[in-house]
């Protein structure tokens, strides 16, 4: 079983293949052709090449990669067994995992705040650059995730991990009674509810201008910019909350075209 992609570069090379074939059939000009498939060529490069000049994953991450996109999570939605919709695609990938295992070692965090665990693969990543004494507490909704995840942590003896089961919004308001203060943030769970996420991480003090917030799917398979894509609410609530936080002068706030978009976030002094 291939993973799918949410990343524009994924979807620009299928639709080029999908054309190619078509203009194949008929009587066309073989230097189209030729153009074609040389845009082929780059789209469908960019994340492959990415990928062999990126540090390789470990063996505990190329593992769990391997279970996820083999993992029949169809079926677990079918037999009501997964309270939603899960899929491999929803994986953030050896690129992304290694950039927020590479973000941890440079801010030094000692605690990590993920919002949107699926299958437990960037909470593994990034936990790989946490030291001994460090902790990540990752919300996830769905319970059939919780479980997959916890038994490769619970195999692999990784103590630091802390799942907290239910909805993210609720388990934000139980970690600020706690006044913990995070070092890393990242968020990859309901697109939108993004702006709620974030303001109740600042309001609550969960963050601190030393802090480095990650903000994945930013791009939403190209809903937010291309007016070819079908819209949805979350599209819309996605594409004003990136407009509002890069006009905020409290943020520090940069957009990288990693797989579906990458947004890092500081408070501003």
Not at 19 to 27: A, T
Not at 95 to 102: C, H, P
Not at 128 to 142: A, H, I, R, V, W
Request: one cysteine or more.
């Amino acid at each position: 079983m291939s993973k799918k992609t949410y990343s524009p570069y994924g979807i620009i090379s299928e639709r080029l293949k999908e054309l190619y074939i078509e203009l194949d059939k008929i009587s066309i000009d073989k230097h189209l052709l030729l153009q074609l498939n040389s845009c082929i060529s780059l789209s469908e490069g960019v994340e492959s090449y990415m990928e062999k000049n990126t540090s390789p994953e470990s063996d505990n991450l190329a593992d769990l990669s391997k279970s996820t996109i083999n993992h029949d999570w169809d079926s677990a939605l079918e037999m009501k067994k997964s309270s939603g919709f899960l899929g491999s695609q929803m994986l953030c990938g050896h690129v992304e995992g290694q950039f927020l295992k590479i973000l941890t070692k440079i801010t030094k965090a000692k605690k990590i705040l993920e919002i949107g665990m699926f299958s437990g693969y960037s909470a593994l990543a990034m936990v790989e650059s946490l030291p001994k004494d460090g902790e990540l507490y990752t919300c996830e909704f769905n319970p059939y995730a919780v479980k997959f995840a916890q038994e490769t942590f619970d195999k692999l003896k990784e103590k630091r991990i802390k799942i907290k089961s239910g909805p993210a919004l609720e388990t934000l308001k139980k970690l600020s009674v706690k006044r913990i203060v995070f070092d890393l943030v990242f968020i990859d769970a309901t697109k939108s509810q993004y702006p709620e996420y974030l303001d109740m991480i600042i309001d609550n003090s969960l963050i601190n201008k030393n802090s480095l917030v990650c903000i994945d799917n930013t791009f939403l398979q190209g809903k937010v910019f291309s007016e070819f894509e079908k819209k949805s609410s979350s599209s819309k609530i996605m594409k004003k909350f990136n407009s509002d936080i890069a006009k905020n002068p409290k943020f520090h706030t940069v957009m990288l075209p990693l797989r579906d978009g990458f947004t890092l976030l500081k408070l501003n002094d």
